[in-house]
T-cell receptor, first 112, second 115 residues
């Protein structure tokens, strides 16, 4: 099955700085890579996703890059704000089970 | 609001008991997924149903079972509960394609506490 590794587990940045979270996956057939944001006690919410036919996708202050050769993808948040503080999860499809495998999560703390 | 509903929001029970968690997917979604999230842990995939049939199985214990009904709502049954089963249980639904390649919309979760 798919194995997704996510780093770092915690990340603290100053407001206005950039934050980068990285994930690697094992199944070379995987072709869909979503990122979810989960605030304390709330449900995970999709913030951005990328499919394997593109290398980068942007949505305002967030972007995701994908390197299929190296089997890794990253989330980039620019001009961070306190409301960006949350746990972020990456995911990749387990092509055998046809379900998403989630990374272990990154707790992002944006210091005002 | 994702359009996915889960009941109850909170559940407190004792070891050895059995509980049922309920999920209603978004209108038009045929796939339902169940996840377990223990304290400060990631999302562990349990099981997926598509249009009433089991589609994929994750790390689901034998004490746990699920089903999806003709009206597409789903129930997760947890029996012989242990302290370690205390967790947030999320349900998610996705578009009719039923594959893993579509956005999954998560419900608000059910917080289960086993005493």
């Amino acid at each position: 099955g798919e194995n997704v590794e996510q780093h770092p587990s915690t990340l603290s940045v100053q407001e206005g700085d950039s934050a980068v979270i990285k994930c690697t996956y094992s199944d070379s057939a995987s072709n869909y890579f979503p990122w979810y944001k989960q605030e304390l006690g709330k449900r995970p919410q999709l913030i951005i996703d990328i499919r394997s036919n593109v290398g980068e996708k942007k949505d305002q202050r967030i972007a995701v890059t994908l390197n299929k050769t190296a089997k890794h993808f990253s989330l980039h948040i620019t001009e961070t704000q306190p409301e960006d503080s949350a746990v972020y999860f990456c995911a990749a499809p387990d092509m055998g089970r046809r379900a998403l495998t989630f990374g272990s999560g990154t707790r992002l703390q944006v210091q005002p | 609001d994702s359009g996915v509903t889960q009941t109850p929001k909170h559940l407190i029970t004792a070891t050895g008991q059995r509980v049922t968690l309920r999920c209603s997917p978004r209108s038009g979604d045929l796939s339902v997924y169940w996840y377990q999230q223990s304290l400060d842990q990631g999302l562990q995939f349990l099981i997926q149903y598509y249009n009433g049939e089991e589609r994929a199985k994750g790390n689901i214990l034998e004490r746990f079972s699920a089903q999806q009904f003709p009206d597409l709502h789903s129930e997760l049954n947890l029996s012989s509960l242990e302290l370690g089963d205390s967790a947030l249980y999320f349900c998610a639904s996705s578009k009719p394609a039923g594959g893993s390649h579509n956005e999954q919309f998560f419900g608000p979760g059910t917080r289960l506490t086993v005493l």
